[in-house]
T-cell receptor
Framework: SQQGEEDPQALSIQEGENATMNCSYK?????LQWYRQNSGRGLVHLILIRSNEREKHSGRLRVTLDTSKKSSSLLITASRAADTASYFC?????????????FGTGTKLQVIP | NAGVTQTPKFQVLKTGQSMTLQCAQD?????MSWYRQDPGMGLRLIHY???????DQGEVPNGYNVSRSTTEDFPLRLLSAAPSQTSVYFC?????????????FGPGTRLTVT
């Protein structure tokens, strides 16, 4: 199973609403990152939160990390149609001598104008 | 800066054929990685490199070879294509360890093996 698993798998909201997606992981991590992928494109980095941080903001994005529950959430406030994309969390941990980054299966967000 | 570039954008291969997916970056990043993305599976790491001349296997390396002779280029070779290798392939680079800094992704190569 995936180290990072997002839920929900799909989310549809109206423009202006907030969107929250969650990521759970299984092993201890160094950092957790969130990426966005527009349809047919590569991933774009949104935000990185270190294991000793609990919350981080970037513009309309708010990320929380709870290492005791091995979970993170990404909140997008005042969503726009342009936020329509898939969102992935990526966790990293040392594994077999290298720093392994594992991506979750993603949450597909649709923002309806 | 062009960032991370990948060629080709699309490719169709017959089973047993070989080919090389090209990846280049102009940001002088040490770390480069290859991922494949399959529906419902997220991205899985194929091979990665921590600098010129140094490569290592990721999660799903079988059937793929890589080399890193320069900082800029990190080609991925499919030795004998199989239908199971039908996927979208992404190359990524980062200035330091992949978990400590953001990765910059290329636009992807959509590969179909028939």
């Amino acid at each position: 199973s995936q180290q990072g698993e997002e839920d929900p798998q799909a989310l549809s909201i109206q423009e202006g609403e907030n969107a929250t997606m969650n990521c759970s992981y299984k092993t201890s991590i160094n950092n957790l990152q969130w990426y966005r992928q527009n349809s047919g494109r590569g991933l774009v980095h949104l935000i990185l939160i270190r294991s000793n941080e609990r919350e981080k903001h970037s513009g309309r994005l708010r990320v929380t990390l709870d290492t005791s529950k091995k979970s993170s959430s990404l909140l997008i406030t005042a969503s726009r149609a342009a936020d329509t994309a898939s969102y992935f969390c990526a966790t990293d941990a040392w594994s077999g001598g290298y720093q392994k980054v594992t991506f979750g299966t993603g949450t597909k967000l649709q923002v309806i104008p | 800066n062009a960032g991370v570039t990948q060629t080709p954008k699309f490719q169709v291969l017959k089973t047993g054929q070989s080919m090389t997916l090209q990846c280049a970056q102009d940001m002088n990043h040490e770390y480069m990685s290859w991922y494949r993305q399959d529906p419902g599976m997220g991205l899985r790491l194929i091979h990665y490199s921590v600098g010129a001349g140094i490569t290592d296997q990721g999660e799903v390396p079988n059937g793929y070879n890589v080399s890193r002779s320069t900082t800029e280029d990190f080609p991925l070779r499919l030795l004998s294509a199989a239908p199971s290798q039908t996927s979208v392939y992404f190359c990524a680079s980062s200035p330091t360890g992949t978990g400590y800094s953001e990765q910059y992704f290329g636009p992807g190569t959509r590969l179909t093996v028939t």
